[in-house]
């Protein structure tokens, strides 16, 4: 987040602390950490502690790129604090002012003159964000963005390289179970397990193409499933059935997905695969975004909010978008799983940060683009530059923030309410 110098309070409004209260500060965030260290540990356990560490490392390194890039076009950045609130400590270097504040839920730069509202000192006027030519506009706007791409291009590369590309066999491995409530499926009454690989149904070799004919042969009979457990074969019994508000065939209630071996790639090959495994995320991210920002995804999304067997049986697919809340919670289990399957989760999550922060309005990242750019575009050649009123386009931005506001609290709603299912079993 880039913010305005009226959106938090200027450095200059306090005296700089003495020694004694800066020491009495740092002592007192010092105990602050270990006590939140504390309490996270003894309510979520240490994957929390990955998920809080995570998120704010990649908050911190998005403003990272705000910043270093200001500093690079010659902008004046005055603040970069990681929190908000109280100041607790800070140190100042140069013209920027360094620290932490008492609320850890993200981190800001502040840089002078982001929108033509500003009121600035006209000493400062040259070093501006909206007295700068459009290309470095648009990069420091971007930079955070840019700083997502980069993150998960590197970790793609380490997961390629150290743990290998998963190349998909003809086998098949029960990925999740098919979950609504007060409802035991034929899945869970067998006892089938997400990890399970099946081997066999009925004494017939279980494979990715013939499993769906398989289960619909059994016309509702009881089947033999054997299965590969953590090394051993297991038989179980299962009869598939119709499950009314789940699906209208017999089905057992299992996600299934083919069997995947690692295979190391190298160096080179773990390079280029990157591009294709990122770009492959970004891709299924923008497909998922776009589903649910468009009608029918919102309406399915009212659909949830107002109708509890809507949302369970959305999330039985697994499929639906999620909130910070559920990001939380998909990290922590990866974290439990493995680091391989949690470099996937942080490589999804920021693409998907990186995708939300360059939607064209204020006040996200984007918004200072598309203006940049409009301003660009109506910029008469041999002209002065032309300047949007956005005062104009603040009645859109309050709408835009309060149906944000609205959708993201709706998510966090049913990620609360009914949970994110655990894609690592």
Do not use: C
């Not at 502690?49 to 704010?56: F, M």
């Not at 032309?386 to 309060?402: H, N, S, T």
């Amino acid at each position: 987040m880039i913010v305005a110098p009226h959106e938090v309070e200027r450095a200059s409004d306090e005296l700089p602390p003495t020694r004694s209260e800066t020491v009495s500060r740092l002592l007192g965030l010092l105990a602050g950490t270990t006590a939140v260290t504390l309490l996270i540990l003894a309510t979520g356990g240490w994957p929390w502690l990955v998920v809080v560490g995570s998120v704010l490392a990649i908050i911190m390194l998005h403003e990272a790129g705000h910043f270093v890039t200001a500093k690079w076009s010659g902008m004046k950045a005055t603040e970069f604090f990681v929190g908000f609130g109280p100041r607790l400590w800070s140190i100042r270097r140069g013209e920027t002012e360094y620290g932490i504040k008492a609320i850890p839920a993200g981190g800001y730069v502040k840089i002078l003159g982001m929108t033509s509202l500003e009121e600035l000192d006209p000493s400062d006027e040259p070093r501006s964000f909206v007295n700068q030519p459009t290309r470095k506009r648009v990069l420091v706007a971007s930079a955070g963005s840019i700083v997502h791409l980069l993150l998960a291009l590197l970790l793609a590369f380490a997961a390629l390289f150290w743990f290998g590309k998963p190349q998909p066999t003809n086998r098949v491995e029960i990925l999740g179970l098919a979950t609504a409530p007060g409802i035991v499926t034929p899945a869970q009454h067998a006892g089938l397990h997400p990890g399970d690989v099946l081997v066999s149904i009925n004494g017939r070799a279980t494979t990715d193409a013939n499993i769906a004919k398989q289960v619909k042969a059994s016309a509702g009979h009881s089947i033999h499933i054997v299965v590969r457990r953590a090394g051993q074969l297991l038989t179980l019994s299962a009869t598939p059935r119709v499950i009314k508000g789940l699906w209208t065939t017999p089905k057992l209630g299992i996600d299934l997905g083919s069997l995947t071996v690692l295979t190391h790639p190298g160096l080179v090959a773990s390079v280029t695969g990157t591009t294709s495994l990122v770009w492959g995320v970004t891709t299924e991210t923008g497909h998922i975004f776009a589903n649910a920002f468009s009608p029918s995804g919102l309406a399915s999304l009212f659909d949830q909010v107002t109708n509890p067997k809507a949302a369970a049986q959305a999330r039985a697919t697994g499929t639906q978008s999620v909130s910070i809340v559920g990001a939380g919670q998909y990290i922590a289990d990866a974290a439990r799983a493995g680091v391989e399957p949690l470099f996937g989760i942080l490589i999804s999550l920021n693409i998907s940060l990186g995708l939300l922060n360059m939607l064209p309005m204020l006040p996200l990242d984007g918004g200072h683009v598309a203006i940049a750019l409009y301003e660009r575009l109506r910029t008469r050649r041999g002209k002065s530059r032309y300047r949007a009123d956005v005062r104009k386009l603040m009645p859109v931005v309050y709408v835009f923030l309060g149906f944000l506001m609205l959708f993201v609290a709706s998510k966090m709603y049913l990620d609360i309410a009914h949970g994110t299912p655990n894609p690592f079993g």
